[in-house]
């Protein structure tokens, strides 16, 4: 735990250092809009958002195999119980008396 504590701190220190290095003021125009901020602010926007996206794809992709995992569980239970006892699933079913 102190090891990630350790890398937090170092993280922020970067993003610090980039902060106080690229204070420049400069314009964003898109779409018509026209945002002018500090380039380090800007930058570290463009940042968040990309993650926020990616998480937000991930969330999409991570629901919808839940979601089959979940119809694939209902389906296997429900092969379960269809099963004679005593017998494997899948095993051949025999014509004659045991």
């Known amino acids: 735990m102190v ?3 350790l890398l937090v ?3 922020g ?7 106080v290095q690229n204070n420049g003021v400069v314009v ?3 779409l018509g809009w026209e945002v002018g901020g500090a380039l380090s ?4 926007l ?7 996206l990616t998480a937000l794809l991930g969330a999409v992709r991570h629901w919808r195999l839940r979601s089959r995992i979940r119809q694939l569980e209902s389906r296997l239970a429900r092969l ?7 017998r494997e ?10």
């Open 3 to 5: 090891v990630v504590y």
């Open 9 to 11: 701190a170092l993280l």
């Open 13 to 19: 220190a970067a993003i610090a250092i980039f902060a």
């Open 28 to 30: 964003v125009r898109f």
């Open 41 to 44: 602010l800007v930058v570290l």
């Open 46 to 52: 463009s940042i968040l958002v990309g993650i926020v």
């Open 80 to 86: 379960s119980v269809s099963e004679p006892a005593g």
């Open 89 to 98: 699933p899948g095993a051949p079913v025999s014509s004659r008396g045991p």
